[in-house]
């Protein structure tokens, strides 16, 4: 499998840039927040808080190292040599870490716990892929923490609305007896199929088939791109940090009977992954960012109310910089990486888990929030 950034010879900001906020007005830039501002700490809840099956968030076991993989996967895009030199301008607290790793799985689904995310997302690329091969590792990983698996369907070679449908029914059977299968109760107890690049096809009349075994959603903030599907999503958290209006979207899906889950993040930046990218990034302003976003997303609904779902981009998206996975306050010195220090006052180690303790009191909040 090739492991270029993404998927494809355009990047996803690129990608997404273009496509993603259709629909949407953005009330400002792609770096209206990028300041030097601090902040208000989050208060962090009890660490066995309950988690919540409407917050998901997207999730990526495409990582190897020579441990577990034979060799390094991902990590040395951009023609870069791990440990110490990662495809990244983060690094993390786990080191250039195995996705098959389960002592590192294990851990992530520790902080995904204390981060409140009750469905994570798994980044997947068709049938016997890397990604399937691992399905099974993090999905006995998940349950163990009680926390769910859906699945993001990724634009692997030759893929077609039919071949969608197909690999829906294999996911469903082959992963639907696992405790750890989400299932929304809410929708008549199917899981979630979230399709990266969803516009890359045109006609999606094939996933009609498949409707009662999964809630297949389409990526794009257009609502004219929605034939066919069960529902709608972002991913995209640059446009997202425009706070754009997406009370049209939420009332048009509660219209028509479709999921909502605007996507957002606490950053992007892939600069290093995608050497000579010119294209902007969006600065975390030590946690403002994020909490600008999730304020925004709770109040975006129609009438201010909060949407169906929301998803975050990302746990361990490191190549674009949207990760909320812990990254070490003492990175390797081979390269200059940037650490969560000042994310919410806090410094050092106790700034490496500042995203997870703020995704778990917004989530908190969101729960709360009327819908």
């Given at each position: 499998?090739?492991?270029?950034?993404?998927?494809?010879?355009?990047?996803?900001?690129?990608?997404?840039?273009?496509?993603?906020?259709?629909?949407?007005?953005?009330?400002?830039?792609?770096?209206?927040?990028?300041?030097?501002?601090?902040?208000?700490?989050?208060?962090?809840?009890?660490?066995?808080?309950?988690?919540?099956?409407?917050?998901?968030?997207?999730?990526?076991?495409?990582?190897?190292?020579?441990?577990?993989?034979?060799?390094?996967?991902?990590?040395?895009?951009?023609?870069?040599?791990?440990?110490?030199?990662?495809?990244?301008?983060?690094?993390?607290?786990?080191?250039?870490?195995?996705?098959?790793?389960?002592?590192?799985?294990?851990?992530?689904?520790?902080?995904?716990?204390?981060?409140?995310?009750?469905?994570?997302?798994?980044?997947?690329?068709?049938?016997?892929?890397?990604?399937?091969?691992?399905?099974?590792?993090?999905?006995?990983?998940?349950?163990?923490?009680?926390?769910?698996?859906?699945?993001?369907?990724?634009?692997?070679?030759?893929?077609?609305?039919?071949?969608?449908?197909?690999?829906?029914?294999?996911?469903?059977?082959?992963y639907g007896s696992h405790p750890a299968y989400y299932r929304d109760a809410?929708?008549?107890?199917?899981?979630?199929?979230?399709?990266?690049?969803?516009?890359?096809?045109?006609?999606?009349?094939?996933?009609?088939?498949?409707?009662?075994?999964?809630?297949?959603?389409?990526?794009?903030?257009?609502?004219?791109?929605?034939?066919?599907?069960?529902?709608?999503?972002?991913?995209?958290?640059?446009?997202?940090?425009?706070?754009?209006?997406?009370?049209?979207?939420?009332?048009?899906?509660?219209?028509?009977?479709?999921?909502?889950?605007?996507?957002?993040?606490?950053?992007?930046?892939?600069?290093?992954a995608v050497p000579g990218n010119t294209t902007p990034t969006v600065d975390?302003?030590?946690?403002?960012?994020?909490?600008?976003?999730?304020?925004?997303?709770?109040?975006?609904?129609?009438?201010?109310?909060?949407?169906?779902?929301?998803?975050?981009?990302?746990?361990?998206?490191?190549?674009?910089?949207?990760?909320?996975?812990?990254?070490?306050?003492?990175?390797?010195?081979?390269?200059?990486?940037?650490?969560?220090?000042?994310?919410?006052?806090?410094?050092?180690?106790?700034?490496?888990?500042?995203?997870?303790?703020?995704?778990?009191?917004?989530?908190?909040?969101?729960?709360?929030?009327?819908?």
């Open positions: 499998m090739p492991t270029p950034h993404r998927r494809s010879s355009t990047t996803r900001r690129t990608f997404l840039a273009g496509t993603a906020a259709a629909g949407a007005a953005a009330a400002f830039g792609a770096n209206a927040w990028a300041s030097s501002g601090t902040s208000a700490a989050p208060q962090p809840a009890a660490a066995a808080a309950a988690l919540t099956t409407n917050v998901h968030i997207f999730y990526y076991p495409w990582y190897g190292s020579p441990k577990v993989n034979g060799s390094y996967r991902h990590w040395p895009q951009g023609n870069l040599v791990p440990p110490n030199g990662i495809s990244s301008n983060f690094y993390p607290k786990l080191g250039a870490y195995d996705s098959g790793d389960k002592t590192a799985v294990n851990q992530h689904m520790t902080w995904l716990r204390q981060a409140g995310t009750g469905v994570l997302v798994t980044s997947w690329w068709g049938r016997g892929s890397y990604e399937d091969k691992l399905v099974r590792t993090v999905m006995d990983a998940a349950n163990a923490a009680g926390i769910k698996v859906a699945f993001h369907i990724e634009p692997y070679s030759n893929r077609t609305a039919a071949s969608v449908a197909d690999d829906v029914r294999y996911i469903n059977t082959t809410a929708h008549g107890n199917r899981n979630a199929f979230y399709i990266f690049e969803s516009l890359r096809i045109a006609d999606w009349s094939a996933i009609e088939s498949v409707k009662s075994l999964g809630i297949v959603l389409t990526q794009t903030g257009d609502t004219s791109k929605t034939a066919h599907f069960s529902g709608m999503y972002t991913y995209d958290g640059i446009a997202a940090a425009s706070l754009p209006d997406w009370s049209g979207i939420d009332r048009f899906c509660r219209a028509n009977n479709l999921v909502w889950s605007p996507s957002i993040g606490p950053g992007y930046i892939d600069d290093r975390r302003a030590n946690g403002s960012t994020y909490d600008k976003v999730w304020q925004h997303t709770i109040t975006s609904g129609d009438a201010g109310k909060a949407p169906t779902w929301v998803s975050i981009t990302s746990f361990n998206e490191w190549h674009e910089g949207s990760q909320i996975e812990p990254a070490t306050a003492t990175p390797p010195t081979t390269l200059p990486y940037q650490t969560y220090n000042g994310a919410y006052g806090k410094t050092g180690g106790a700034a490496e888990n500042a995203y997870l303790d703020s995704t778990q009191s917004w989530v908190q909040k969101y729960v709360a929030a009327p819908r």
